[in-house]
């Protein structure tokens, strides 16, 4: 059984330097949809580590973070609207390396 949920994360930085590095952090943790929002998968550990690195780069008083639990990662379809370019759901695949 898988324990993953998925998240969408967005993030409003005040600083461009420490934007590009909660930028460079969330590659590692999901996939890129705009400019400043990620779509991730995470076990409760994943997401603890996530929630723990995101912390301790951001400024409290000047950025601000969110992270929405859209729910389990494997059952969950999210029901997006888009205005303008359309949206692609992420599908999930295997990497063979």
Not at 1 to 19: A, G, H, K, P
Not at 31 to 41: D, G, I, N, P, Y
Not at 71 to 87: F, M, Q, V, W
Request: hydrophobic fraction near 35%.
């Amino acid at each position: 059984m898988n324990d993953e949920r998925l998240y969408f994360v967005t993030y409003d930085i005040s600083d461009q330097r420490r934007w590009r590095q909660v930028f460079k952090l969330m590659k590692g943790y999901g996939e890129w949809l705009q400019l400043s929002v990620f779509q991730c998968r995470c076990s409760a550990r994943r997401y603890a580590e996530l929630v723990t690195r995101l912390d301790k780069e951001i400024h409290h008083g000047d950025d601000q973070v969110l992270l929405v639990d859209v729910g389990e990662a494997d059952s969950t379809r999210p029901k997006i609207a888009s205005l303008g370019k359309s949206y692609s759901p992420i599908e999930r695949k295997a990497v063979v390396i």
